[in-house]
């Protein structure tokens, strides 16, 4: 990987960046090069035309030559603003800018100092008068900056929304020009249309692949929308309410919010309302103490005679502030009176509680013997640090059954006439003192779901894995699942002390290959899917994989096999009010929500076949040269993902528009610090390959390819053969090559191994919460780089390429005219901006009309709203400014020498880990590494593991031995006792990335440990 060196355009960059943190939040500015001759300023021939040019650039080099523009002033355009020159002596106090048919916009300019000013809003129309008067506090100042004895002056598009923003090109303004003396100077502005771009040769073409459909033979089933009237937020657990046709849903506030519990019917309305969505009734139940406990609910069930008693249990875990949590169980009288419901608050009784700080179990079910079954796990959020896995003496790891209706019987371990409920006097270890009596089986981690089957009586649980298995039980009695020994049926911590009963395998476990976050499920006996009578039916949050099982009375499996595969986040899997399916989709309001399965729909006679080899795809003009089809466009990225050095090739191929005889590719909506949305039949390509035999040959090793169908992504990889003129497609397991030694394999890269991902794998990373598109994206695109090397080398600019050619990948995505912003109307944003000025109705409605009138709503292509106040002072960053915080920070290479050690840092992280470690990322750390996240909300300084991390001090050489105990995330100024920075530098069993590396970057590893060093706050106060 080559280091950048510093170069003007980076230099310009930075000078862009600082000037870029004063503008406020409406738009972020691209100062561009434009300048004047120095000698005395002479007044502008009024009526002179200015030409002001289109530039791709971003730099600031030197004053123009003498004579370009006119002699006190010069303009230039760009994707994100207007920048305006003028002389220093000729620099007007006041300036205003108009257009034919449409309100002028003025600026009056107090000079600060010889380097910069600000300027405050003016309009002359009456509406806009009152509006820019009551702003004038609050509106955004110039930018100005000083270069060699002229003034550049640079201003957003946004701020030009009277004029309707940016202008088509041709467009004439007339811009007025008042000095001290009240002499007016008139010039017009003529907006040039962007020159040909030197790589002009690249034409991007809509194109019809022959990826379509897949390779593998249809699931027997597809996820589709149910109860769409209902529009929960974040759903946890939705369970039908006996005898009634009503829901009742466990909601978050966010990924990891506040619950509530709320009602709703279960059917949609019909009539004039039936489109209409209903609303969910809260219960405002508060199951936690008065005192300030807060809880988090994640588990329902109604007592089997709800009918007589009314009795709702809820399986919750919390605690009052800075005192330990605790998972328990508590009962609630529900009062029904028709379609009303309520909660008597007053009723809540605690039948079972105990400690527990992560991994909390509190799933409950009731079983066919009316006993009510409760899960917990391992009580620590870590990989049983404080083993108690193996434990039987308490009630963590376990599957407990208690008796809640009977205080009859006289058995050991009974607990006393105050409980809320007895032993079963069956249970297994009842007669054992080494158990609590109320151990039904142990030996679980994360239990996560737990449901009987209505006539077998089985007990199933759902079971979340901590390094590479998910777990599957029908429980027995008495049975010990074998954590954190064994994890699933594999080794974990071989040398603890095992329980005193012998360990039983799971019935099904999933490697994490293919789940990551098991969610348990129901046993479906409905009618709607009579193949899947009496099965067992099950999901995984991270993959959105629903799997069935069917299971005789004798625990004999019959089948198992993969239904249908979404990218859905299942936190639940229950049956509706009429026994069918009901599948929570974790996700906001009106994107998350309820899913149910439906028979796949059988493929058409003569569909397509899906290519198995590249050459098929029909996404090369040539394989052996590696040579996209024509209309294809090449792209690189700001940060790369590591990949074990190999080198990377990226092209994307989008679909032509809807037109038959139109050509044009279909748009892309560019919005946002995510990742973009794209058409449908949009393909992303991404080759991995090797220095070949010359500097100027790559040896190609993998391509993958991400397709995107009926609203899905899917992702498949080809591997290249030995002759380099083709490769195949891998099954869709994925594929292993070993290390190799050998000199030809050295030279190549795969004397290291690699991994030719599956699936599913492709989907781990590529998931959701990323919006499935890693690299195409605002922060990775913003910068410059070489469209006519192929895609495979990252241009420098102090290393030419053969055609020299740079320009910023978002202009020359924009120039190609790919990119579509799809925002919300910001009329409703503007009009309480107006009413919090104190605007009167009649003027609110002035304005109104004059921002219609402008066309600042109109969609010109591309015009993303880049707000940033990072590195501002808080005298220099408005309100406005902060409180939008940073939209998006362009990222950089890792290699780059010239950025700030915590942007690169902040970059790598972003590109390496924030794809899963994000808000509903599916990482297991709740840690926040996106780029733009505040350092104090990473969740990282002097943070605990929540994983087990002794190994990783076991296999590196860090120096003296390390207390395990004294692990953080980050420890500041000890990179050895920072997991973040051992689990980067390792690689196996706790390595991160979890997948798709065998060697570790040193590099990155480097970066880390410097950051860790000089860059992490001091340890938090205790």
């Given amino acids: ?198 790589c002009a040769s690249i034409v991007a073409r809509g194109i019809r692949t022959r990826v379509v459909g897949s390779p593998d033979p249809p699931l027997p089933y597809r996820i589709v929308p149910t109860a769409t009237h209902l529009q929960p937020h974040w759903p946890i657990q939705a369970i039908a309410e006996p005898g009634s046709r009503r829901l009742w849903i466990i909601e978050e506030e966010g990924a990891y919010g506040t619950t509530r519990i709320v009602t709703a019917p279960a059917d949609a309305a019909s009539g004039p309302n039936a489109d209409a969505h209903e609303p969910l009734r809260s219960l405002e139940l508060q199951i936690g103490q008065p005192d300030g406990e807060s809880e988090v609910a994640y588990s329902l069930a109604f007592h089997p005679r709800f009918d007589e008693n009314g009795l709702l249990l809820v399986g919750s875990n919390g605690g009052p502030p800075n005192a330990p949590k605790r998972s328990r169980v508590a009962s609630y009288r529900v009062r029904r009176d028709g379609d009303r419901v309520a909660v008597d608050p007053a009723s809540r009784r605690v039948l079972i509680e105990w400690d527990s700080d992560g991994h909390n179990g509190a799933a409950i079910a009731f079983g066919t013997d009316g006993m009510l079954y409760v899960t917990s796990g391992d009580g620590t959020s870590d990989s049983d640090r404080n083993v108690v896995g193996q434990g039987t003496d308490h009630l963590l790891a376990k599957v407990l059954r208690i008796d809640i209706d009977s205080r009859l019987g006289n058995v050991s371990n009974e607990p006393g006439p105050d409980s809320t409920y007895l032993i079963p006097p069956d249970n297994p270890f009842v007669d054992d003192p080494r158990f609590r009596a109320e151990t039904f ?97 099950y999901g995984d949050y991270a993959t959105g994989r629903i799997w069935g099982a069917k299971v005789d009375a004798d625990g004999t499996v019959l089948w198992h096999r993969l239904l249908a595969d979404g990218p859905e986040k299942i936190t639940c899997l229950e049956l509706d009010c009429d026994g069918e399916l009901l599948i929570a989709d974790h996700g906001p309001r009106g994107l998350g929500g309820f899913r149910t399965l439906e028979p796949m729909p059988t493929s058409e006679p003569g569909a397509t076949a899906f290519p198995e080899r590249l050459s098929e795809t029909g996404l090369f003009e040539s394989v052996a040269a590696h040579r996209p089809i024509a209309g294809a466009i090449p792209y690189d990225v700001n940060s790369p993902l590591w990949s074990d050095g190999a080198i990377k090739a990226r092209f994307v191929v989008l679909p032509p528009t809807a037109d038959a005889a139109s050509e044009s590719p279909a748009r892309i909506v ?85 991994r030719y991902p599956s699936r599913t794998e492709c989907l781990v990373c590529h998931s959701r919460a990323a919006n499935f598109v890693l690299g195409l994206s605002f922060p990775q695109l913003d910068g410059p780089f070489d469209p006519t090397f192929g895609g495979w080398y990252r241009a420098t600019a102090n290393e030419p390429s053969i055609e020299g050619t740079y320009v910023n990948r978002l202009d020359f995505f924009a120039d190609l005219g790919l990119l579509a912003t799809s925002r919300p109307s910001r009329i409703e944003e503007e009009r309480e901006r107006w009413r919090a000025a104190g605007l009167s109705d009649d003027s609110i ?23 940033t106040a990072e590195g501002r002072s808080d005298d220099e960053a408005s309100e406005g400014d902060r409180a939008a915080a940073v939209d998006y920070a362009a990222l950089v290479a890792p290699d780059d020498d010239d950025a700030p050690l915590d942007r690169r840092v902040r970059s790598y992280l972003q590109a390496n880990c924030a794809h899963c470690h994000v808000e ?92 860790i060093l000089e860059e992490a706050p001091p340890p938090l106060p205790r």
């Fill in 1 to 198: 990987m080559r280091r950048r060196a510093a170069t003007g355009r980076r230099r310009a960059i930075r000078l862009i960046g600082a000037i870029v943190m004063r503008l406020g939040p409406s738009c972020v500015l691209v100062l561009i090069a434009i300048g004047l001759a120095n000698g005395a300023a002479s007044r502008a021939d009024d009526g002179a035309v200015i030409d002001v040019e289109w530039s791709h650039a971003a730099e600031i080099d030197s004053p123009l030559p003498s004579g370009a523009g006119n002699e006190s002033l010069a303009a230039v355009w760009n994707r994100d603003g207007l920048s305006l020159r003028f002389d220093r002596a000729a620099l007007p106090t006041s300036f205003r800018l108009e257009r034919s048919d449409s309100a002028a916009v003025a600026w009056s300019a107090a000079r600060v100092d010889r380097d910069s000013f600000r300027g405050r809003y003016r309009a002359d129309d009456p509406a806009a008068d009152a509006l820019f008067g009551q702003l004038a506090e609050t509106a955004a100042p110039l930018a100005a900056r000083s270069l060699e004895g002229d003034s550049i002056v640079s201003i957003p598009w946004r701020d030009l929304a009277w004029l309707g923003g940016r202008p088509d090109p041709e467009t004439i303004w007339r811009l007025t020009m008042t000095q001290d003396d009240s002499v007016a100077r008139e010039s017009q502005l003529r907006f040039l249309a962007p020159a040909p771009s030197r």
């Fill in 441 to 537: 089986a142990y030996g679980l981690r994360n239990p996560w779901r737990i449901a009987v089957d209505p006539e077998l009586g089985h007990v199933w649980v759902g079971n979340n894995g901590q390094d590479l298995w998910e777990q599957v039980y029908r429980v027995d009695a008495g049975a010990n699942y074998g954590w954190s020994v064994v994890e699933g049926s594999h080794p974990f911590h071989a040398q603890r002390i095992a329980g005193p009963t012998p360990i039983s395998k799971p019935t099904f476990e999933h490697h994490h290959a293919e789940a990551r976050s098991l969610t348990g499920g129901v046993v479906y006996r409905g009618k709607r899917l009579p193949e899947l009578h009496g099965a067992y039916v």
């Fill in 670 to 754: 560019a919005q946002g610090a995510a990742s973009w949305t794209f058409p449908e039949g949009t393909v992303l390509v991404k080759s991995f390959g090797f220095p070949g035999d010359s500097d100027e040959t790559v040896r190609w090793h993998e391509t993958r390819i991400m397709v995107l169908q009926q609203g899905e992504w899917a992702g498949y990889t080809y591997r290249w053969n030995e002759t380099q003129d083709d490769a195949q497609l891998v099954a869709g397991e994925g594929e292993e090559l070993p290390p190799t030694a050998g000199a030809d394999r050295e030279r190549y890269g795969l004397h290291q191994g690699w």
């Fill in 845 to 867: 409605a002035a304005s109104e009309a004059l921002w219609s009138r402008s066309g600042a709503e109109r969609d010109r292509g591309w015009e993303p709203r880049l707000p």
């Fill in 920 to 1011: 509903a990322g599916g990482g297991n750390a709740r840690i926040d590494l996106a780029a733009v996240t505040a350092r104090e909300r990473m969740m990282l300084d002097d943070q605990m593991p929540v994983h087990a991390a002794d190994s990783l001090i076991e296999s590196l050489d860090v120096g003296a031995p390390i207390d395990p105990a004294t692990l953080r995330l980050i420890a500041p100024g000890a990179p050895e006792r920072s997991v973040l920075w051992l689990r980067a530098a390792r690689r196996g069993p706790g390595q991160m990335p979890p997948i798709a590396s065998n060697v570790a970057d040193p590099l990155g590893v480097e970066l880390l440990r410097r950051w």
